[in-house]
């Protein structure tokens, strides 16, 4: 028996059966398939050839390990070693709905008199400090980019607080930032905006909020919804306050005495200052001097700057900072981990580099309806999850209910997003990292969609292009 991955070279296939290279050659060249040495072969085709030969091919499970598992930079914890940190908040919602102003209302609650006027936020994210107890808001620029840390691996959020205006509803993109804040599994805070203005109804929202399972206590349901007005700053300590219980329920906790370890939110580079990241300190204390990996960077903590622009020497869990000292510009996402010396930061980049490039050929190929039957019976898939798109809600509905008839003992279909209109980027990134198949009826996909859906399934693109058509 031997055991071979989804593809193999047949150089390689001839040396694990003990046999020349030009018996296989010759088998598939009486088949009418010109081949070299160094062709690849699917894992079908070298199982064809073992059999010739009367060897069982067993195909090789990898196993996904994290970057900080792979290099040992992560460290088990003791419950004892463990301290309440802060929440980390994402607001979401529909655009103009009122998010830049509420983290705008927000940011300034625990701002003193003679202060006023004299903050300017100068990272992606801030704290705040309610009642002696600090909450850190992600300020990102919707669920694209909360979608986009998630496909890194980063699930840096711990709260989604979900905007809906009163007097407008629940558009497409509140169904859409519902629908990635489910999958990343967080608990979401319904935060109902605009309620000063003429013409709202938070009644008529709630009520709409119910056809996705949002539903409040009092209505049988688990989401908290709390109706304010952003710029009237009205409400906004209720809201607060149900951050801070939401909080306590998930029993958010951290060790501040261990290696430093963080995830980078943003990143640029700076004319002056070389590459800069906006970091969000997840595990132990990240000091100035403390050498670090993230990717394909590395580097020493050269500068550091808290949400306010004021220089710091350290941050604690769940603060954000900026930090500079980086030898290239790492990727949002990238998770930061301190080390013991530059020895070790620059062989842990050199092994991760070269084996990425190695494994470029072999990444994870996302399901696609092609594939579909084939993955059903390699994988023994236990749930296929579907992304809907339609011409209209009543399309919508439809093919929910055509697809969940389809439910079987063995497989159950499971609807994560289901809306009327295009396909959208936002789609094709919850599937990418939901590992979903987009359905659409009687709609498009945007350029944009379409342009990441090609970058992204390079390869699923070229078969369905091989495909025979009807």
Not at 245 to 264: D, F, M, Q, S, W
Not at 266 to 276: H, I, Q, T, W
Not at 392 to 420: C, D, F, H, M
Request: hydrophobic share 40%.
């Amino acid at each position: 028996m031997i055991t071979i991955g989804e593809e193999i070279v047949i150089k390689d296939l001839a040396e694990k059966l003990g046999i020349n290279v030009s018996d296989i050659i010759k088998k598939f060249f009486m088949e009418g398939k010109l081949l070299t040495a160094n062709a690849i072969l699917s894992f079908e085709e070298a199982e064809e050839v073992a059999l010739e030969y009367e060897v069982i091919v067993e195909k090789e499970v990898v196993e996904e390990i994290s970057y900080g598992e792979k290099y040992h930079l992560e460290q088990e914890d003791k419950e004892a070693e463990l301290v309440t940190r802060a929440p980390v908040i994402t607001i979401m919602g529909h655009v103009d709905h009122g998010k830049t102003s509420l983290l705008d209302a927000l940011r300034h609650t625990n701002v003193m008199s003679d202060e006023a006027g004299g903050i300017t936020q100068k990272i992606g994210a801030y704290q705040v400090n309610w009642k002696g107890q600090r909450i850190t808001f992600i300020d990102t620029p919707g669920h694209e980019a909360f979608t986009e840390m998630r496909a890194r691996g980063a699930n840096i959020t711990d709260i989604s607080i979900l905007i809906v205006a009163a007097d407008d509803g629940v558009k497409p993109q509140t169904v859409e930032a519902i629908s990635h804040a489910k999958e990343a599994g967080v608990p979401i805070i319904v935060a109902i905006n605009k309620i000063d203005k003429p013409g709202a109804d938070p009644m008529k929202v709630r009520t709409e909020l119910t056809e996705y399972g949002l539903m409040s206590p009092e209505w049988g349901g688990t989401t908290e919804f709390v109706e304010i007005s952003a710029k009237q700053k009205i409400n906004l300590e209720e809201l607060l306050e149900t951050i801070l219980i939401t909080a306590e329920l998930e029993e958010l906790k951290a060790n501040p005495n261990k290696r430093p370890k963080a995830v980078v939110v943003e990143s640029r580079l700076d004319p002056k200052m070389g590459a800069v990241a906006d970091v969000l300190v997840q595990e132990g204390t990240l000091k100035i001097g403390d050498v670090f990996v993230a990717g394909e960077s590395h580097g020493r903590v050269r500068s550091m700057l808290d949400d306010r622009g004021k220089k710091i020497n350290k941050a604690i869990v769940s603060q954000p900072v900026e930090i500079t000292g980086f030898n290239v510009v790492p990727n949002a996402g990238d998770v930061l981990y301190g080390v013991e010396s530059d020895k070790q930061a620059k062989k842990i980049v050199e092994d991760f580099i070269r084996e990425k490039k190695v494994n470029e050929q072999n990444k994870k190929k996302h399901i696609s309806l092609e594939s579909l039957s084939q993955e059903l019976e390699e994988q023994e898939l236990k749930e296929l999850k579907c992304i809907i798109r339609a011409d209209s809600k009543g399309s919508v509905e439809a093919l929910r209910e055509s697809l969940e008839k389809l439910n079987t003992e063995k497989v159950v279909i499971n609807i994560i997003q289901g809306s009327a209109g295009a396909v959208s980027e936002g789609d094709v990134k919850l599937a990418e990292v939901s590992n979903a198949i987009i359905i659409a009826f009687n709609v498009r996909p945007t350029t944009p969609a379409r342009i990441i859906a090609e970058k992204n399934w390079s390869r699923n693109q070229k078969l369905q292009r091989n495909l025979p058509r009807n």
